[in-house]
């Protein structure tokens, strides 16, 4: 930018009102961010930004853009991590142009205003950067914690001898389900249990999907010739399979963890009793 | 030997079993979880001998694929000349069957697959396209 | 075309099915099992599928298939060793294989054909 006829003002500007429009981009970005970011690193990382624009517009280097993106792409990357909003974030970089423009009005410049057109269409693109940047960064956090919940969620331990037990935490969707369904029947497999107790009474509701996929799950496991207790049904959950629709069929289910561990006890032929097997 | 994008004739049951070891090959390469390996595996199968015995032999081709989102795949598109199928709807009812199957070929392959394309013409062929992606 | 060996271990049939299954090897099996177990007098049949990496639904009819036909002859059958992928493509297929008799290993398997406890499959007690 800056080759228009003669010689262009705005780097002139952005040289000598350096001072007073670093400051007025500080207090409009400080305002936005409060307290969340120290006011040095803050002035830091403008001020870093600032001398990287300045080389940008003056023209001729096109490293200057290079490093100014890649800049703003870590400081979008940044915020994006420490849960700062999107606007919060944007604003960062607009503020740049509120803060010179009250400059260009202060000269009355008519080239400077000229200029700053072309300026601020500039910064608007560079907003976009950090837009981006900041996007993917959540996606990416996003999707990080999905793949922790994922693998935090779904523990198979181990009840007794031959019976597991799958205490299922949270909301069930399709992707953890199956999940869940894999890690259960190679368990199986691994230890040999006869037996498994999925236990629902940490899933907040049941919908037609998720029963579905409880069903297949036993189904499966009744395949490998293995058997399923579901526990934790809650009369609110059972009021929902019934209203629902969803057949059960033969599938064995019952109130509490317990009372399932009981049953799988009992189908195993294992008595528990007070006394010593003699 | 590379297995991608690799046709192969279905003229008889052996080639049946080379189009599962096919589509095995493929999926493993792209990095496809075993379960969802055995689901396309498995709906392969199904394809290959509808293809063999109702469609009177044909061919399978088997290619790795990429979507716009730039997510990873395996496609499998089986075609034959023979008859056609005449009632789309009832062949992909679960349980209706031409011959003395199980009705299951159709309709459980559709359901393996993630993405499922039925094309036939009365006394010109069929064209089945299924693609699994990876999770 | 392969065939696939029957091994008769006391009054149980036992069936390792250790490679790819073709339909004509499928078809052929179910006939030499119908014979052996005429020509035994065999009370069980054990089909093992530790090895077998899909079934499909021509294999799936196959076993229910042998479960009545040997059951017909007073022979229960149990298929062993079914792989977690292998079952849940099943399920998801839509074939449940009623009728057959299930177990997560061939030692389980032979001790269901063995000691029939009324106690350990749930549904039965």
Sequence with gaps: MSDGAGKAHLPELLRSGREAVLDRWLEVVLEGVRGRITERELKAELTELYALIERAVAGGDEEAGRELRAALAEISRSRARQGFSPSETAVSVFAVKQALLEQVSATADMQAYAEFIEFSSWVDDLGLVTFETYASAREQVIADQMEQLLELSTPVVKLWDGILGVPLVGTLDSARTQVVMETL???????GAQFAVIDI??????????????LKTVMAARLMGTDCVISGVRPQIAQTIVALGIEFGDIATKASLADALAYALECSGIQVTGRTEA | MTAQDVELPIVSNEDVVRVRQLVRAVAAEAGMSLVD???IVTAASELARNTFVHGG????????VVNARGRAGVRLVVTDNGPGIPDIDKALTEGWTSGSGLGLGLPGAR?????????????????VTVTKWIR | MDRVPILKIGDVLLVSIQIDLQDQTVLALQEDLADRIVKTGARGVIIDITAVDIVDSFIGRMFATIASMSRLMDAETVVVGMRPAVAITLVELGLSLGGVRTALDLEKGMRVLGAPLPAVRPGTS
């Design chain 1, 185 to 191: 029947l190679e368990r199986l497999v691994e230890t």
């Design chain 1, 201 to 214: 009474t940490g899933v907040p509701a049941v919908d037609t999907e998720v029963a579905q996929h409880l």
């Design chain 2, 37 to 39: 390996q055995t689901k």
């Design chain 2, 57 to 64: 032999g044909g061919s399978a081709r088997v290619e790795s």
């Design chain 2, 111 to 127: 359901r393996l697959a993630d993405e499922f394309e039925l094309d036939t013409k009365a006394g010109e062929g069929t064209t």
